[in-house]
């Protein structure tokens, strides 16, 4: 789960990072008020579950109230990557000498934390890395030992020369590391991390991912869940016991088993088409579950053709025919569907099918490619 940058700070404050003043807004009249309670110049900064805000016009500085009010009111309601602008965070402007990157985030193929920092703050890592791999340090940590001091002295000195800005940075480190062990993240970003030209280093941003795999044993985070655009479809599906996430293509993709619905989503694009989603009704015959699955899917403008890729073994074929007549007879969709149904109970499950006039195809190929062309015809 990603939190917004607010919410972020939150936890960056409750762990002793220093972070600057801040309020979130949720109209001009309110951005208005806050950036007068604080009486300086501030940032109006959009508040969605995406990067790229500044670059798409959501971060903003202001120098006076009323400045801060015009640029909330240009700012809220607008599309980010489509995410929806509801809140803006305004902060304190910092009067900044350096910026830095620092995180702690997991290191998949190596199974432990990895602490990653650069003394180039302030634009993308990835950036970086491309572009100067020298500026990049990643240390890996071992979670049994976790973070030892030569680990900080190590970063800081990578980051920093002057030595009692080094000092800060290993507390800001240790407390980051502590934070992201504790709280069951993912990723702990601070960037840019800066140095004020009082020789103070603040957390100018914050990005924070829970594991959602560790949520339940963090009932503390559950005020933090904030679903906008794609996030709340993902979310309902979940509900209905569907794993979904939503893309930008075409074709309305509805598989059983993850591995099954990469190898649709692939065989899509090599055909030349665009999968709309990753959809897995998972291994249930229960007919309710394709009918949320349809529905979701035709809640997408973009859908001009829906596939299923169905593979019978626990799952029965003639469940989830069932399950498709219904959700037909229902929702009356007005794009075509191309369906593969193979295994258990296959024959009942065509049978099914054909007696409402939807055709069933036997192969992956086949359906991908009628597919890809009703959704061109479309």
């Not at 020369?161 to 504790?182: H, M, T, V, W």
């Not at 030209?197 to 914050?206: G, Q, R, T």
């Not at 229902?330 to 295994?343: D, F, H, N, Q, S």
Request: aromatic residues 6%; charged residues 25%.
């Amino acid at each position: 789960m990603n939190l917004h940058e607010y919410q972020a700070k939150e936890l960056f404050a409750q762990a002793g990072i220093p972070i600057p003043k801040g309020k979130v807004a949720q109209t001009p009249e309110e951005a208005f008020q806050i950036a007068s309670e604080f009486g300086q110049t501030v940032v109006v900064k959009a508040q969605v579950h995406t990067g790229g805000r500044g670059k798409a016009g959501g971060v903003k500085l202001a120098q006076t109230p009323e400045e801060a009010k015009e640029k909330a009111t240009a700012i809220l309601g607008m599309d980010i990557k489509n995410y929806t602008v509801e809140k803006v965070l305004i902060t304190e402007a910092a009067d900044i000498a350096s910026e830095a990157y620092l995180s702690v985030t997991l290191d998949r193929e190596f199974k432990m934390p990895v602490i990653i920092a650069s003394p180039a703050g302030g634009i993308e890592i990835e950036e970086v890395a491309k572009q100067t791999p020298e500026k990049v340090l990643k240390l890996r940590v071992n979670p049994l030992t976790g973070l030892l001091p030569y680990h900080a002295r190590q970063v800081s000195g990578f980051l920093y020369a002057d030595k009692n800005i080094r000092k800060q940075a290993e507390e800001i480190l240790k407390k980051l590391y502590s934070l992201y062990f504790l709280a069951d993240l993912t990723l702990a970003e601070i960037n840019p991390l800066v140095v004020t030209k009082k020789n103070e280093l603040v957390a100018l941003d914050a990005k924070v991912s829970i594991d959602d795999n560790a949520l339940d044993r963090h009932p503390e985070f559950e005020k933090y869940k904030e679903f906008s655009g794609a996030e709340k479809i993902e979310e309902e599906a979940k509900k209905a016991g569907l794993s979904f996430v939503k893309l930008d293509g075409s074709i309305g993709c509805i598989v059983n088993g993850a591995g099954l619905a990469m190898a649709t989503m692939d065989l899509v694009k090599f055909y030349g088409g665009n999968p709309a989603n990753f959809l897995d009704i998972g291994g249930s015959s229960n007919p309710e579950k394709v009918i949320a699955a349809m529905k979701i899917i035709l809640a997408d403008p973009n859908v001009k053709a829906i596939c299923f890729n169905i593979f019978g073994g626990i799952t029965r074929g003639d469940d989830v025919a069932n399950g498709i007549v219904k959700a037909v007879n229902t929702l009356k969709p007005k794009v075509p569907i191309a369906i593969r149904l193979v295994g258990t109970n296959e024959e009942l499950a065509k049978e099914i099918l054909r007696k409402v006039n939807l055709n069933v195809y036997s192969s992956m190929t086949e359906v991908v490619k009628k597919a890809i062309e009703l959704s061109k015809a479309a």
